[in-house]
C-alpha cells in the first residue's frame, strides 16, 4: 500500500496535528505550503514550497514527483478559504491521487 500523504498546509492548528498522528503511523508526509510559518517544524518532511494559488502548480508538483497517477495515497486539504481556490488546487492534484480529504 501506498503510504505517502500530501498535506496541504500542515504547520498551524489542526494540519500540524494530523502530520504527527500520520508520521506516529509510519506514513511518509509531504508537506506543501508556502514555507513562511513555522518552519522548523518538521524539518525532516519532504516539502514543496508554493503558494496553491501558483497557476503552474500541477507542474511545480509534477516536477517534484513526476510518478504519474497514485503518488500519494490521498491528499488532506487543511487550509483553504474558498472554493475557486479548492477547485483550483484539486484541478491541479486531481493525477496524482483518488483520494482529496478537505477538511474546512
Known amino acids: ?3 505517502r500523504v500530501l498535506i496541504i498546509g500542515g504547520t498551524n492548528f ?4 494530523i ?3 500520520l508520521l506516529e ?3 511518509e508526509v509531504v ?3 508556502r ?3 513555522n518552519t522548523i517544524l518538521f524539518p525532516e518532511l519532504e516539502r514543496i514550497c508554493t503558494d496553491r494559488l501558483n497557476k503552474n502548480l500541477k507542474e511545480v508538483v509534477d516536477e517534484k514527483f513526476p510518478y504519474g497517477s497514485n503518488t500519494f495515497h490521498c491528499i488532506i486539504d487543511v487550509n483553504c478559504y474558498d472554493t475557486n481556490m479548492l477547485n483550483n488546487t484539486m484541478e491541479a492534484l486531481r493525477h496524482k491521487t483518488n483520494y482529496y480529504v478537505f477538511i474546512s
Open 14 to 17: 489542526f494540519g500540524r496535528h
Open 19 to 21: 502530520v504527527e498522528t
Open 35 to 37: 514555507c513562511k510559518s
Open 31 to 33: 508537506l506543501l505550503n
Open 25 to 27: 503511523n509510519n506514513y
Open 1 to 3: 500500500m501506498n503510504r
